[in-house]
């Protein structure tokens, strides 16, 4: 008699474990499909980030393009606007005043440049000269 509850509950706990089973793997393939989806979307972002920062790089060159241009044809419109104006006065010709804003960005932009990577001279312990010392100030 004891066999025979041996045999139900083996056969019981087989059946069991098949059902249990058969749910962790539809759960185990769930997991994988999910992580696929997440590493093909992560793929995706980052290609769509490098996108934007190619777009981005590429807008920048365009715009500074436009500029070189804007500029050149104010310089232009200046040249041309004396040669065919010559009696009017510079402070009346709207061109003239455009050009030298414009030269005065440029200036300013050229004093932002990279630093120099050398010093003019023998500099630190190779200087021939003496420290300076402070300067009194005059009151």
């Known amino acids: 008699m004891y066999w025979i ?36 979307t992560q793929y995706e972002l980052e290609q769509s980030r490098q996108e934007l920062v190619d777009h981005f790089a590429q807008s920048a060159d365009l715009l500074d393009h436009i500029a070189k241009d804007y500029g050149k044809l104010y310089e232009h419109m200046a040249k041309t606007s004396k040669e065919l104006m010559p009696n009017v006065p510079a402070q009346d010709n709207p061109f ?30 190779f200087s021939d000269k003496k420290e300076r010392e402070p300067e009194s100030k005059a009151g």
Do not use: C
């Not at 059946?15 to 989806?37: D, M, P, R, T």
């Not at 003239?96 to 312990?125: F, H, I, M, W």
């Open 96 to 125: 003239t005043q455009k050009v030298s804003q414009l030269e005065a960005v440029r200036s300013d932009n050229d004093t932002q440049g990279q630093p120099l990577d050398y010093a003019n001279g023998a500099t630190g312990l």
């Open 5 to 40: 509850y041996g045999t139900l509950i083996f056969i019981v706990g087989a059946i069991v474990g098949a059902f249990v089973s058969k749910l962790g793997q539809s759960n185990h393939k769930q997991q994988k499909n999910i992580k696929k989806e997440l590493e093909k």
